[in-house]
């Protein structure tokens, strides 16, 4: 069973940033948050991982709460082609991705 | 250059027959996955193997056998298919022993059982 709750949809306006939400009160001290997304009919495709602090590459950025029990996914500027299904999951490595139902963006024009 | 590929993109087949899909990775990693992605949309792990452990996940029935040729290879061969087979099936890669051993995904094989 996945260890996070997302809310299963979003919209956001195309241009504006993207705020994706993901709680994992549960998370222990050496498990990692990773976001997938899945673009329709397409692999998932990796965006970002964290363990404590806060990351940014050149897709997103993921800011963990202090407390690491929840965290956001945000996509600066997002695009018509960022709508997808967003996936956050916590794991410590070697264990197996359990995915959830996600959280499905749609990026309006 | 695609870095995990699978092959067949797409498969029609009558129930009762036996098929394969083929898996390659050109990262180098040392441990590959299927999973499947049936009509709900869940997407759940079916078998991880790496050059020294196929690991099963218990709820995929004996129909279902993972092949690795090589390191860079992992094809699903599924015996007698059924109805209930009908997915898309993902292939990924990871490099093992890393506390963060990211997967990458291939683009599915979209199976069709008759």
């Known amino acids: 069973d996945a260890k996070t709750t997302q809310p299963p949809s979003m919209d956001c306006a195309e241009g504006r940033a993207a705020n994706l939400p993901c709680n994992h009160s549960t998370i222990s001290g050496n498990e990692y948050v990773y976001w997938y997304r899945q673009i329709h009919s397409q692999g998932p495709q990796y965006i970002i991982h964290?363990?404590?602090n806060n990351e940014t590459n050149e897709m997103a950025s993921l800011i963990i709460t202090e407390d690491r029990k929840s965290s956001t996914l945000i996509l600066p500027h997002a695009t018509l082609r960022d709508t997808a299904v967003y996936y956050c999951?916590?794991?410590?490595?070697?264990?197996?991705?359990?995915f959830g139902p996600g959280t499905r963006l749609s990026v309006l024009p | 250059d695609t870095a995990v590929s699978q092959t067949p993109k797409y498969l029609v087949t009558q129930m009762g027959n036996d098929k394969s899909i083929k898996c390659e990775q050109n990262l180098g990693h040392d441990t590959m996955y299927w999973y499947k992605q049936d009509s709900k949309k869940f997407l759940k792990i079916m078998f991880s193997y790496n050059n020294k452990e196929l690991i099963i996940n218990e709820t995929v029935p004996n129909r279902f056998s993972p092949k690795s040729p090589d390191k860079a290879h992992l094809n699903l061969h599924i015996n007698s298919l059924e109805l209930g087979d009908s997915a898309v099936y993902f292939c990924?890669?990871?490099?093992?022993?890393?506390?963060?051993?990211?997967?990458?995904f291939g683009p599915g094989t979209r199976l069709t059982v008759l």
């Open positions: 964290g363990l404590k």
């Open positions: 999951i916590v794991r410590v490595g070697g264990q197996n991705f359990v």
């Open positions: 990924a890669s990871s490099q093992a022993g890393l506390d963060t051993d990211t997967q990458y």
